[in-house]
Structure formats: C-alpha cells, structure tokens
C-alpha cells in the first residue's frame, strides 16, 4: 500500500518538462526552441507519413533555424483563439520539394487544440516549409466532404502551450490578403533551434545556400 501511494506521488509531482522528454507511442517528438520558450510537438508519422516526413527534412536539415513565428491569427470576437504560423516565410533558399498534403479526410486528423498543420504554397495540394499550430479548435481548415481541401495536420503540441499562447497574443498589423492584420508587429517570434527527440535525424544532403549568403530572411506580406 506504502509503495502504491508513493507511486501516486510521484506522478503527482513529476514535473512537466520531465513528462516531455518520455517517448510517446507512434509519434517522432520534436522540440522547437523560440526566443518566448520551447514547443514540443508529437508527430503522426503513422497517419500522415508524407507530411510528417517533409517537416521532418526542414527540421534535420536546418532550415527552421533562424526563422520565426510571424504570424498570429486570432478568431474575431474571441481573441484567445486562432493559430500562429511560422517556418521558412518567403526565404526560397531554404525550400525543398513539396509533398503532395495529406487533408483531414484522409489522415483522421483533426485542426483541435494543439494540432500543427503544414501551410502550402502557391499549389494548393503541395506542403511547403510554413506551419501553423492551432489554438482552440479550427474546424474550417479541415477537408469538407470528400475533395481533398483543407490543410494537413499531421501532429500535436505535447508541451509549451503557453509559449504558443503568448505568441498568439502579439500585437499584429500590417499583411495582405488573407494574413491582412495578422503580421506580427514587433517582428517574428525567432526560431532558434528545431531538433529530434526520437530517432536519429536524417538530413537530406541538400545544398544550404543560406548558410553561405547573408541575405537576411524575408518575412511575408
């Protein structure tokens, strides 16, 4: 009984940092390091295998390093909620091929509280290097109906809620189109690093060009 109630104590007090760092079954974890604090993501490498992948190439290679959070689009008459999105912005040296996406309608995964989703460029079926991650429930960025359509989740923040929160709730201007108003103002919450915990990375061998020129990264409109 003694050793039963200390066990319960022990889970009790186990610090949340600490349950970050366990693997969880059937997801590749990775940590985004940002200068408001660190994200830990479980990715669905099951169900979304392509997009998983894809974010994963960004993430061994280095190209999410140095980028940022800029955007923060929250929901009109409920501030607290929306998404954030971030990545490679506009900065074309850091582009690698885009996978087809893989909608709602075919993973099973949702745009719930904490889910991270792949953007996609200028081809609507296409991922690229940019990503949101949900904050409160987002329904219109799934599939409707059986068309493709939609946006890819492909995973789940396990840790850092509250430094995505935060990021959301930056003072936000400017944009164009659809990220009319969403730009945050004081410039890009910065990336400073995205690394595995599960696995070994597996880098794509590509040239990194902006390692060589100093061609500051571009923010979009």
Sequence with gaps: MRILVAFLAFLVFVPASAAQQRPVPGMIRVKIETSEGAIVLALDAKRAPKTTANFLAYVDDGRLDG???????????????????????????????????????VTGIRHTDGAISMAHGVNIDGATGNFSIMVGDNPSLDARGTGRGG??????????????????????????????????QSGPVKILRAVRLDGAPQPTGRVKPWQISPTPWIQPN
């Design 67 to 105: 980028t940022g959070f800029y955007r923060a689009s929250r929901r009109t008459g409920n501030p607290k909620f929306g998404f954030v999105q971030g990545g490679i912005a506009s900065d074309a040296r850091r582009v690698l091929p885009s996978p087809p996406l893989e909608p709602t309608n």
């Design 151 to 184: 946006y890819a989740a492909f995973g789940h923040v396990v840790g850092g809620m509250d430094v995505v929160r935060k990021i959301l709730a930056k003072p936000t201007g400017g944009g164009r189109g659809p990220m009319r108003g969403q730009m945050i």
